[in-house]
């Protein structure tokens, strides 16, 4: 049978903004109830929850958490099961970087090489591990959903240290879908340019060489890429796989 949207428990880490926010707008209108996860700034948060429960008359809650942090991610998945009874669909959106010479060895610190891999692998690692009792206790079982990046195919992104650890990040969820059973759906949806806040911080000249490198000759739209996370978690046939939604700005690189 199809598996429909309407009425499942959604959590969105790195919900309130951006491509996560769009995400959490597009499986409100499903008819599912969200939680939204931020890190610091929990007015953008508070917002889109009281628009998606004003607009699609559904549950919301925001959860404040470190997703570089595995307490709190934890935490955080236990605050939303508790919150509406259970969950059902996880979108691990969250990650770091720090925009830096992709050149440079030594751009980033230890410290920030030990951020983002933690950030972006062993959160979403822990993301799966605490969400499992509750996927597979589930008669339907359970879905995750990681926002990933061309920067994990390519030799390129906002740092070297982004895209190693969203190259690891690819791997870690093959290895999931292929270990954590038949109950847990497990992929990736890798972006191109999204002009969102932080893709905007590349600036007029990297945008333009961007866009001009993607065969569509434009950049990802921030719509087209979240229509895809409902096709994905409807789709319960497909697990370890990776969905590029770029423009054809990775085509080259394969």
Same mark, same amino acid.
């Given at each position: 049978?199809?598996?429909?949207?309407?009425?499942?428990?959604?959590?969105?880490?790195?919900?309130?903004?951006?491509?996560?926010?769009?995400?959490?707008?597009?499986?409100?209108?499903?008819?599912?109830?969200?939680?939204?996860?931020?890190?610091?700034?929990?007015?953008?948060?508070?917002?889109?929850?009281?628009?998606?429960?004003?607009?699609?008359?559904?549950?919301?809650?925001?959860?404040?958490?470190?997703?570089?942090?595995?307490?709190?991610?934890?935490?955080?998945?236990k605050e939303?099961?508790?919150?509406?009874?259970?969950?059902?669909?996880?979108?691990g959106n969250?990650?770091?970087?720090?925009?830096?010479?992709?050149?440079?060895?030594?751009?980033?610190?230890?410290?920030?090489?030990?951020?983002?891999?933690?950030?972006?692998?062993?959160?979403?690692?822990?993301?799966?591990?605490?969400? $499992?009792?509750?996927?597979? %206790?589930?008669?339907? #079982?359970?879905? +995750?959903? /990681?926002?990933?990046?061309?920067? !994990?195919?390519?030799?390129?992104?906002?740092?070297?240290?982004?895209?190693?650890?969203?190259?690891?990040?690819?791997? $870690?969820?093959?290895?999931? %879908?292929?270990?954590? #059973?038949?109950? +847990?759906? /497990?992929?990736?949806?890798?972006? !191109?340019?999204?002009?969102?806040?932080?893709?905007?911080?590349?600036?007029?000249?990297?945008?333009?060489?961007?866009?001009?490198?993607?065969?569509?000759?434009?950049?990802? #739209?921030?719509?087209?890429?979240?229509?895809?996370?409902?096709?994905?978690?409807?789709?319960?046939?497909?697990?370890?796989?990776?969905?590029?939604?770029?423009?054809?700005?990775?085509?080259?690189?394969?």
């Open positions: 049978m199809p598996y429909s949207i309407k009425g499942r428990n959604v959590l969105v880490t790195g919900g309130s903004r951006g491509l996560g926010a769009e995400i959490a707008r597009k499986f409100a209108a499903e008819g599912a109830n969200v939680a939204i996860n931020y890190a610091n700034n929990e007015e953008p948060a508070r917002k889109l929850a009281a628009e998606l429960k004003e607009n699609h008359k559904v549950k919301t809650t925001v959860i404040k958490a470190d997703c570089g942090n595995m307490a709190d991610v934890t935490a955080c998945v939303a099961t508790k919150f509406f009874g259970g969950l059902d669909i996880i979108i969250h990650g770091w970087t720090r925009f830096s010479d992709f050149n440079d060895l030594e751009a980033l610190s230890e410290a920030e090489w030990d951020k983002c891999f933690k950030t972006n692998v062993l959160g979403m690692k822990q993301l799966v591990s605490s969400s $499992l009792p509750t996927f597979n %206790a589930n008669p339907e #079982g359970g879905v +995750v959903i /990681i926002t990933s990046s061309i920067a !994990g195919k390519t030799i390129g992104g906002s740092s070297m240290a982004y895209s190693v650890t969203k190259a690891a990040q690819l791997h $870690l969820v093959k290895c999931m %879908a292929k270990t954590q #059973g038949s109950k +847990v759906r /497990i992929n990736a949806i890798l972006p !191109g340019l999204l002009l969102t806040d932080w893709g905007l911080s590349y600036g007029d000249e990297r945008i333009a060489a961007l866009k001009d490198a993607a065969v569509l000759k434009k950049e990802t #739209g921030l719509e087209d890429c979240a229509n895809a996370y409902i096709s994905l978690a409807e789709n319960t046939s497909i697990t370890g796989q990776f969905l590029h939604i770029d423009s054809g700005l990775a085509i080259q690189h394969f």
